[in-house]
């Protein structure tokens, strides 16, 4: 698969600083029924040690292989999700930080166009990543 878009997601649940990452996965494949975790990476505040929390970029599917985030755009895109609920509050500072980095070498990477980045609610009736998760700023960074 050569991604020609990267598609960016919150997981509309509270970030619990507990790993929420393999919970999306066992969802994925226990519920949904995949092969795994829909998302090729993830951005989660980890706790450990519990006095330094810190965000860090999880990995999922390997980017070669199509995901299960966009109905239409699997076989064509990158999923990234931010653990975290951004119809309620805006993205915290270093999580933002941290995903464009990751976005920005993965348009590096795979030569995608700022304009190919995009938010789950470009391709779906959903608020995906949030209705405080600005995409217009969040491309204007990169």
């Known amino acids: 698969m050569e991604p020609e878009y990267l598609i960016i997601h919150h997981s509309l649940t509270e970030d619990s600083g507990t790993v929420s990452w393999q919970a999306?996965?066992?969802?994925?494949?226990?519920?949904?029924?995949?092969?795994?975790?829909?998302?090729?990476?993830?951005?989660?505040?980890?706790?450990?040690?519990?006095?330094?929390p810190r965000y860090e970029i999880l990995i999922g599917r390997m980017p070669n292989l199509p995901g299960a985030h966009t109905k239409g755009m699997n076989n064509k895109s990158i999923g990234i999700c931010c653990v975290g609920n951004f119809d309620v509050l805006a993205p915290p500072p270093d999580q933002w930080f941290l995903c464009k980095n990751l976005v920005g070498w993965l348009m590096d990477v795979?030569?995608?166009?700022?304009?190919?980045?995009?938010?789950?609610?470009?391709?779906?009736?959903?608020?995906?990543?949030?209705?405080l998760f600005d995409m217009v700023r969040f491309r204007a960074e990169l």
């Open 24 to 52: 999306i996965r066992r969802y994925h494949v226990d519920e949904c029924a995949w092969d795994d975790i829909g998302y090729h990476f993830g951005i989660e505040l980890i706790q450990s040690p519990p006095e330094e």
């Open 110 to 131: 795979y030569g995608i166009p700022r304009e190919n980045v995009r938010g789950h609610r470009d391709f779906a009736a959903k608020t995906c990543p949030g209705r």
